[in-house]
């Protein structure tokens, strides 16, 4: 049967977008459909969140030819400094003993998504913005998958719909995907943040019994603060003035980066672990946060969702020509499983282990940056799961 498209992707975001580049490379035909239009998201708070890249991504971006524009404003992170506030344990990973130049980037979302639209563009992938996924249904030979663009309905059939439209996927919704939710009851506390020090390619991750600070280097030699607390804290320091903010960070972050001040304004975003243990459907697949969002502590979110598109790409190029859908999703399905439960799984135990006032819990986390600091070759293999380089997941071949 004769269809529209060989693969619709609902949710033109970070994910998205970088699936339909990778596809872009291949002879298959495919539409992205996207609600936000380019000119909103460039400015909308979101955008601006730094987004921590591992070296494994830096790869997959450099596969896709949008590296090189992306690295025009990513800050190297070639140490990553870990540390728990009034305890002992401590530990650092570092880009040379790894031999790489950098263990990650930090980058604005904002500017991954302008390159991403630009590649697009000049690749002539079809987007349609600002449309909105209505409806679809799935019958033996085809999706068919009703839009609203531009107030108008549109139906479209392709052989597979992906679910890349984010936490509150309409797709995932439609579909009835199961989906697992664990609700922190925490928020991120998100600024720019000038220091002190001119120390400007170590990042640092400190942890306090409140939750978690991340400070991360951003351009123009300032640091980007994702700070976890509770809910009933956030709201309180989020209406704090800016010198009580400081102080209060201040005396949780300590001296690291010297003296601390507020160089923009404070975001909240609420913090929930959800995610899908089947990913996979007749004819439909979720990737990135439609699949699972995680806690931004790790800052593996991206990372993550960059390699469902990425191998999601190589098993369609390779496969979709001459095998069924349903069984080139099991391929997928079967290619991301260990990845994606490790990472969330990760992520959930740290921040379980980490926001914590129990006192055992607190022996065992000190232990463990020790042991981690004494013992080479386990922090070796620490600091490949951080650059996203353990196994095969970071490369990607499509054509
Ligand atoms: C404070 C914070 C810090 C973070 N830091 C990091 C980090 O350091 N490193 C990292 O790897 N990750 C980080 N993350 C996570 C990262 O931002 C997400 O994992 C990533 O944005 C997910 O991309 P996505 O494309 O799956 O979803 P989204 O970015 O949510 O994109 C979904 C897209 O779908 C569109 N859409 C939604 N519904 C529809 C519909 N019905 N029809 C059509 N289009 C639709 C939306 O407009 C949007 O463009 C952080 C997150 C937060 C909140």
Same mark, same amino acid.
């Given at each position: 049967?004769?269809?529209?498209?060989?693969?619709?992707?609902?949710?033109?975001?970070?994910?998205?977008?970088?699936?339909?580049?990778?596809?872009?490379?291949?002879?298959?035909?495919?539409?992205?459909?996207?609600?936000?239009?380019?000119?909103?998201?460039?400015?909308?708070?979101?955008?601006?969140?730094?987004?921590?890249?591992?070296?494994?991504?830096?790869?997959?971006?450099?596969?896709?030819?949008?590296?090189?524009?992306?690295?025009?404003?990513?800050?190297?992170?070639?140490?990553?400094?870990?540390?728990?506030?009034?305890?002992?344990?401590?530990?650092?990973?570092?880009?040379?003993?790894?031999?790489?130049?950098?263990?990650?980037?930090?980058?604005?979302?904002?500017?991954?998504?302008?390159?991403?639209? =630009?590649?697009?563009?000049?690749?002539? /992938?079809?987007? +349609?913005?600002?449309? $909105? #996924?209505?409806? &679809?249904?799935? *019958?033996?030979?085809?999706?068919?998958?009703?839009?609203?663009?531009?107030?108008?309905?549109?139906?479209?059939?392709?052989?597979?719909?992906?679910? =890349?439209?984010?936490?509150?996927?309409? /797709?995932?919704? +439609?579909?009835?995907? $199961? #989906?697992?939710? &664990?609700?922190? *009851?925490?928020?991120?506390?998100?600024?720019?943040?000038?220091?002190?020090?001119?120390?400007?390619?170590?990042?640092?991750?400190?942890?306090?019994?409140?939750?978690?600070?991340?400070?991360?280097?951003?351009?123009?030699?300032?640091?980007? #603060?994702?700070?976890?607390?509770?809910?009933?804290?956030?709201?309180?320091?989020?209406?704090?003035?800016?010198?009580?903010?400081?102080?209060?960070?201040?005396?949780?972050?300590?001296?690291?980066?010297?003296?601390?001040?507020?160089?923009?304004?404070?975001?909240?975003?609420? #913090?929930?672990?959800?995610?899908?243990?089947?990913?996979?459907?007749?004819?439909?697949?979720?990737?990135?946060?439609?699949?699972?969002?995680?806690?931004?502590?790790?800052?593996?979110?991206?990372?993550?969702?960059?390699?469902?598109?990425?191998?999601?790409?190589?098993?369609?190029?390779?496969?979709?020509?001459?095998?069924?859908?349903?069984?080139?999703?099991?391929?997928?399905?079967?290619?991301?499983?260990?990845?994606?439960?490790?990472?969330?799984?990760?992520?959930?135990?740290?921040?379980?282990?980490?926001?914590?006032?129990?006192?055992?819990?607190?022996?065992?986390?000190?232990?463990?940056?020790?042991?981690?600091?004494?013992?080479?070759?386990?922090?070796?293999?620490?600091?490949?799961?951080?650059?996203?380089?353990?196994?095969?997941?970071?490369?990607?071949?499509?054509?």
């Amino acid at each position: 049967m004769q269809v529209d498209y060989d693969v619709i992707i609902i949710g033109g975001g970070l994910v998205g977008g970088c699936l339909a580049l990778a596809l872009s490379q291949t002879p298959l035909r495919v539409v992205v459909v996207e609600a936000s239009s380019f000119a909103e998201k460039q400015t909308d708070s979101a955008g601006q969140r730094a987004i921590a890249l591992s070296w494994g991504s830096r790869c997959i971006l450099e596969q896709l030819n949008s590296w090189q524009q992306i690295n025009e404003s990513a800050m190297p992170i070639r140490d990553i400094h870990v540390s728990d506030k009034g305890h002992f344990g401590k530990t650092r990973l570092s880009a040379k003993a790894q031999q790489v130049d950098a263990l990650g980037y930090v980058v604005e979302a904002a500017k991954i998504e302008s390159v991403m639209a =630009a590649r697009l563009t000049k690749a002539g /992938v079809t987007i +349609l913005c600002p449309a $909105e #996924l209505i409806d &679809y249904q799935i *019958d033996d030979s085809q999706a068919v998958v009703t839009v609203n663009l531009d107030g108008e309905e549109r139906t479209l059939c392709c052989h597979l719909l992906v679910g =890349a439209d984010g936490g509150l996927s309409k /797709v995932r919704q +439609l579909g009835q995907f $199961e #989906l697992k939710e &664990y609700a922190y *009851d925490q928020q991120a506390v998100t600024g720019l943040i000038k220091t002190e020090s001119a120390q400007c390619d170590v990042a640092y991750e400190r942890f306090t019994s409140e939750g978690p600070i991340a400070m991360l280097p951003h351009v123009g030699g300032q640091y980007s #603060l994702v700070w976890t607390m509770s809910s009933d804290k956030a709201v309180q320091v989020k209406k704090l003035s800016e010198d009580a903010f400081i102080e209060r960070l201040q005396a949780r972050f300590g001296q690291w980066l010297g003296e601390l001040s507020l160089a923009g304004e404070r975001q909240v975003f609420p #913090l929930n672990l959800q995610y899908v243990p089947n990913n996979t459907a007749a004819r439909v697949v979720l990737i990135g946060n439609a699949a699972h969002q995680l806690h931004p502590v790790a800052g593996q979110g991206f990372n993550l969702g960059l390699r469902d598109a990425a191998i999601l790409a190589d098993v369609l190029a390779h496969n979709l020509q001459n095998k069924g859908v349903d069984e080139v999703l099991e391929i997928y399905a079967r290619r991301r499983k260990t990845d994606q439960q490790l990472v969330t799984g990760l992520t959930d135990n740290l921040i379980k282990l980490f926001s914590t006032d129990n006192a055992l819990l607190s022996v065992l986390r000190n232990s463990g940056l020790l042991i981690l600091d004494k013992l080479p070759m386990l922090k070796n293999q620490f600091a490949q799961q951080t650059m996203g380089l353990s196994s095969r997941f970071a490369r990607i071949k499509v054509n």
